[in-house]
T-cell receptor, first 112, second 115 residues
Framework: KQEVTQIPAALSVPEGENLVLNCSFT??????LQWFRQDPGKGLTSLLL?????REQTSGRLNASLDKSSGRSTLYIAASQPGDSATYLC???????????FGTGTRLKVLA | DAGVTQSPTHLIKTRGQQVTLRCSPK?????VSWYQQALGQGPQFIFQ???????QRGNFPDRFSGHQFPNYSSELNVNALLLGDSALYLC??????????????FGSGTRLTVV
């Protein structure tokens, strides 16, 4: 059974810091992994999507890596800003299914 | 290009009542999935619809049912509401012929409160 874990559960950093959010999954047989951002009470905004054959994706100050063999992904945020404050969720689609399995998220607060 | 649209945005219902939530997929998408997100948790998969049929179902009781219409829009129905059904309900759409290449697009959700 696929399980997704995110560490840390919460993180508070001063503005300008580079930071890393971690995601681990128990079954390496996945189609893809997607990182989402969620503001309080709102829906999910897709940040980066990594196919199972890819190792990383980049968008602006964000970089996500995928190591399927070890069941890990990291989301790197460069030069953090107060506007980056949100909950970050990772999710995988396990092979043979159509559903995303989500972690419980990392709640990030960037202090001005 | 409209994204995924959900209605209503907020809803308050009484225990035992029935509720219907609606979702219009992103233009060009033909598959709709529903997720339930309790406070402080990650979203949990309820079911997915494609070609007006339920393609896969998560671990939710039969009180949760759905429908997909010929225009690909979808409804989620929940009967005999319980206090524990209070959550944010998210709809996600995708294009089946694209496989998983583009991932899923999520809507802003419907916040259901059961009192």
């Amino acid at each position: 059974k696929q399980e997704v874990t995110q560490i840390p559960a919460a993180l508070s950093v001063p503005e300008g810091e580079n930071l890393v959010l971690n995601c681990s999954f128990t079954d390496s047989a996945i189609y893809n992994l997607q990182w989402f951002r969620q503001d309080p009470g709102k829906g999910l905004t897709s940040l980066l999507l990594i196919q199972s054959s890819q190792r990383e994706q980049t968008s602006g100050r964000l970089n996500a890596s995928l190591d399927k063999s070890s069941g890990r992904s990291t989301l790197y945020i460069a030069a953090s800003q107060p506007g980056d404050s949100a909950t970050y969720l990772c999710a995988v689609i396990a092979s043979g299914t159509y559903k995303y399995i989500f972690g419980t998220g990392t709640r990030l607060k960037v202090l001005a | 290009d409209a994204g995924v649209t959900q209605s209503p945005t907020h809803l308050i219902k009484t225990r035992g009542q029935q509720v219907t939530l609606r979702c219009s997929p992103k233009s060009g998408h033909d598959t709709v999935s529903w997720y339930q997100q309790a406070l402080g948790q990650g979203p949990q998969f309820i079911f997915q619809y494609y070609e007006e049929e339920e393609r896969q179902r998560g671990n939710f009781p039969d009180r949760f049912s759905g429908h997909q219409f010929p225009n690909y829009s979808s409804e989620l129905n929940v009967n005999a509401l319980l206090l524990g059904d209070s959550a944010l309900y998210l709809c996600a759409s995708s294009l089946v012929t694209a496989g998983y290449y583009y991932g899923y697009t999520f809507g802003s959700g419907t916040r259901l409160t059961v009192v």
